[in-house]
């Protein structure tokens, strides 16, 4: 009696503690919603402010632009490869959406217009120099990231201020109290959350990044489908872009800095496997909230910039971490299956 008194409560607590973590492996959104929670209750204890409408709503904005940046960067990396070029792009569309329309007197559609279509030709350039060039991602986007970096200066060497209220309202103006860039991100995130999770087309873009060979000899378009992740990242930073220069009022140069490192660190928090074929928008959705929260958080408690890089980089080497031991967990658990199935190949064959 005493060893089962002993040994018998036990086994619920221990199933309990590894069905936790068992759903939080396979569902890290949970874990980094409730961090959003408790760091956004944490800075609103500390400043009663951070929860004022008007701070909510700066949130929102800031929220719309780097998680529309990120569902773009994450599908680049769900397919197996990764863009650098989106921070410099953002900041490109920045000074091209005002010069279009206050240099170039250009209506406001027809800014917006030429704007995002000169982000989706650029990442279709993207997926052309690494689908039918080889060109490594990592290289491709490199060299735009480089090249637009110089050329939002040659572009506007001084501010353009906007004046134009139909442009300014994509931040100044709210629906119901919601800003309309935060309207953006909402049927953003719902359209390709239903791509990747309810069509055959999403289902052929994990395949890619899960395994590229098979997909091909499965009769997936292989690099037609790298390629639109490729468009769909370009045009989600020039999306950006219009929506930053809205919030500055002016089309300035080097208006964005290492926002490119904020969208990869917001796909992989969220549980974007930087391997491929894993990740879903609902995480990297949280993933970028908890990023602009710590961010947003930090200065309301006037917390010195270089800690809050700090943070944001210590927050992302743990995503990493968990990512690596979430793809070495996967292997482990698909070695038994694939040994069983070699045994039954060797069985029939004999």
Not at 228 to 238: D, E, F, Q
Not at 276 to 281: D, L, N, Y
Not at 282 to 305: E, F, K, M, T, W
Request: hydrophobic share 55%.
């Amino acid at each position: 009696m005493a060893i089962s008194d002993t040994v018998v409560p036990d086994r619920p607590s221990r199933s309990l503690v590894g069905g936790a973590g068992r759903l939080l492996a396979s569902t890290p959104e949970i874990g980094i919603i409730a961090a959003v929670i408790v760091a956004f209750v944490v800075f609103a204890s500390v400043n009663k402010q951070f929860a004022s409408v008007a701070e909510l709503q700066n949130l929102g904005v800031d929220l719309a632009g780097f998680a529309i940046l990120a569902v773009g960067e994450s599908l680049t990396i769900i397919t197996g490869g990764i863009d650098l070029s989106v921070g410099s792009l953002v900041a490109f569309f920045v000074v091209a959406s005002a010069w279009l329309n206050v240099s170039g007197h250009l209506p406001i559609g027809l800014t917006f217009a030429i704007t995002l279509v000169a982000g989706a030709l650029w990442g279709l350039w993207h997926g052309v120099l690494v689908t039918k060039f080889n060109i490594a991602p990592f290289v491709a986007t490199l060299v735009t990231f480089i090249f637009a970096a110089g050329a939002d200066e040659a572009l506007a060497p001084s501010p353009i201020p906007i004046t134009s209220h139909a442009f300014l309202d994509l931040v100044g103006s709210t629906i119901f109290g919601v800003p309309i860039a935060v309207l953006i991100l909402v049927v953003i995130a719902i359209a390709i959350w239903f791509l990747l999770e309810r069509t055959y087309l999403g289902r052929q873009v994990y395949a890619v990044g899960g395994n590229r060979e098979a997909a091909r000899l499965a009769g997936i378009p292989v690099n037609r489908r790298i390629m639109a992740t490729y468009v769909v990242s370009g045009l989600c930073a020039s999306i950006v872009g219009c929506i930053v220069a809205s919030h500055l009022t002016s089309g300035t140069a080097d208006s964005v800095s290492g926002w490119e490192l904020i969208a990869i660190a917001s796909a992989v928090i969220g549980g974007v496997s930087l391997s491929g074929g894993q990740g879903r928008i609902v995480g990297v959705l949280a993933g970028a909230a908890l990023l602009v929260v710590l961010r947003d958080g930090l200065v309301a408690i006037n917390v010195n910039a270089y800690y809050q890089s700090m943070v944001v980089g210590v927050v992302l080497l743990i995503a990493i971490l968990i990512d690596r031991l979430r793809v070495v967990r996967s292997a482990r658990s698909t070695q038994p299956a694939r040994a069983a199935e070699a045994h039954v190949e060797d069985a029939r064959t004999s």
